[in-house]
């Protein structure tokens, strides 16, 4: 089992950056894909970014890619999101989760764990 916390959330402006980490307790976080999920007011949850085990292979939304980068540190255990050229429209509740398929960590119903999630607001 894995316990997953996020944090880094906060305002910005647009176009602005932000950077989101998110830290795992247990020895077997290095077993886990890893992805971060958003979910705005009044809609549902949505991927946002994924990573494998290894770090080696990366997936995104088509909203974020080319301003995300989604990142790991296994001896940390931590998974990181950085958040470039901020919109308005990515404000959302920013969720950290973990998932023993990296396929299945690009959907939110394939993931094992979840974190309680942290606050980003993009102000126009």
């Known amino acids: 089992q894995v316990q997953l916390v996020e944090s880094g959330g906060g305002l910005v402006q647009a176009g602005g950056s932000l950077r989101l980490s998110c830290a795992a307790s247990?020895?077997?976080?290095?077993?886990?894909?890893m992805g971060w999920f958003r979910q705005a007011p009044g809609k549902e949850r949505e991927f946002v970014a994924a990573?494998?085990?290894?770090?080696?292979?990366?997936y995104y939304s088509d909203s974020v890619k080319g301003r995300f980068t989604i990142s790991r540190n296994n001896a940390l255990n931590t998974v990181n999101l950085q958040m470039n050229s901020l919109k308005p429209e990515d404000t959302a509740v920013y969720y950290c989760?973990?998932?023993?398929?990296?396929?299945?960590?690009?959907?939110?119903?394939?993931?094992?764990?979840w974190g309680k999630g942290t606050l980003v607001t993009v102000s126009s």
């Open positions: 989760a973990a998932s023993f398929d990296y396929e299945a960590a690009k959907d939110k119903d394939g993931m094992d764990y």
């Open positions: 247990g020895r077997t976080f290095r077993r886990y894909a």
């Open positions: 990573i494998n085990w290894s770090g080696g292979s990366t």
